[in-house]
């Protein structure tokens, strides 16, 4: 009876232990990602459970940043694993590092792991910029307006041959601020210029003016050509802006002498004013003649036959300015002056 208990508990301890062996062993299948530990195994860059359960955990994508350790050091890059936790943790791209760091080290360019990490978190490209420090970059620019000292309008357009500078990728300005150096440098040389045709008979002039002002200080590129790639002839800005003035001039010379006549105008409709009020003033003392000569008849002051020699005086008057030809009198036969 002893006997068959003491079978019974240890085959129970046994159901226990397997129970708890299949448990652990699901558990690992799970947590540990065992095909990414071999791999790393057997390309001699271990890796250990204990880190690979803690990725796991993390969240950390355990394939990516496995794969691109074994890259790294595959190609002798002396790289810790755990420092690409932390990039990738960060937001970084634990891939285009690592490739940024293959293609600098084939290329033999002095790039640290820490320098390619900081450029990746800057937003910039690193894996382009190496590929730009090996192979230069061409920038071409739109047509260029500058005028030459004789007014003459030049279109210049250039091909800016670029070259990726590592060690100021951080921080350095980019392709914009060398499109706009590089315009600034071609208006300022074409405006120093005395004729637009000493600019067409020596286009270098202006790729070596531009160069020598240093324009990629401070960028992320080192500039090693600029090459100019077409000039147009514009505008004779000159004519165009003595045409303009000449018109300007024109429309104010019109302008002031709708002024005058105007003025003029309003002068003339003032004297007419003037006239008809001095007509007025006149017929008002015509009016008062012929009581005045009533009231010197009355008075005595004055004679019928005086009164009589006046009225043929001024029909007398009247008689010879109209024999000779005068119809305007100032007198009527009335005696009206």
């Known amino acids: 009876m002893n006997g068959l208990l ?41 890796v250990s459970m204990s880190r690979l359960i803690g990725m796991k955990m993390r969240r950390i994508p355990v394939a990516i940043v496995v794969d691109a350790y074994i890259m790294a050091r595959k190609a002798g890059i002396s790289v810790d694993i755990a420092s690409l936790e932390t990039h990738h943790l960060a937001g970084g791209d634990v891939r285009k590092v690592i490739n940024a760091l293959i293609a600098a080290h084939s290329a033999k360019i002095d790039l640290g792991i820490e320098e390619a990490k900081a450029i990746d978190l800057a937003g910039r490209d690193v894996d382009q910029a190496v590929r730009q420090s090996v192979t230069p970059k061409v920038i071409t620019t739109d047509f260029i307006s500058a005028v030459a000292k004789d007014c003459i309008e030049l279109k210049v357009k250039v091909r800016i041959t670029v070259r990726a500078n590592i060690a100021k990728f951080v921080g350095g300005a980019g392709d914009e601020t060398i499109l706009a150096r590089v315009g600034e440098g071609i208006v300022t040389t074409v405006g120093s210029a005395e004729t637009h045709g000493e600019v067409l008979e020596n286009p270098d002039f202006i790729s070596q003016k531009v160069i020598d002002k240093g324009l990629d200080i401070g960028t992320s590129y080192k500039i090693l050509s600029i090459d100019i790639a077409d000039i147009d002839v514009g505008q004779n800005i000159g004519a165009e802006l003595k045409k303009r003035e000449a018109e300007a001039r024109k429309i104010v010379a019109q302008a002031e002498a709708e002024e005058r006549r105007a003025m003029a105008e309003a002068h003339e409709q003032e004297m007419k004013a003037k006239t008809q009020q001095m007509q007025a003033v006149l017929l008002a003392a015509e009016a008062e003649v012929p009581k005045a000569m009533a009231e010197a008849i009355k008075e005595g002051k004055l004679g ?30 009335n005696g009206k002056l």
């Open 6 to 46: 003491l079978m019974s508990t240890l085959n129970i301890v046994l159901i226990v232990v397997a129970g708890i062996l299949a448990v652990s062993l699901i558990l690992l299948f799970i947590l540990v990602p065992i095909k990414t530990w071999f791999i790393a195994l057997v390309s001699g860059s271990h």
């Open 304 to 333: 019928v036959m005086d009164y009589y020699k006046i009225q043929n005086l001024n029909a007398d008057t009247s008689m010879r300015k109209a024999i000779a030809g005068d119809t305007n009198s100032d007198q009527d036969p």
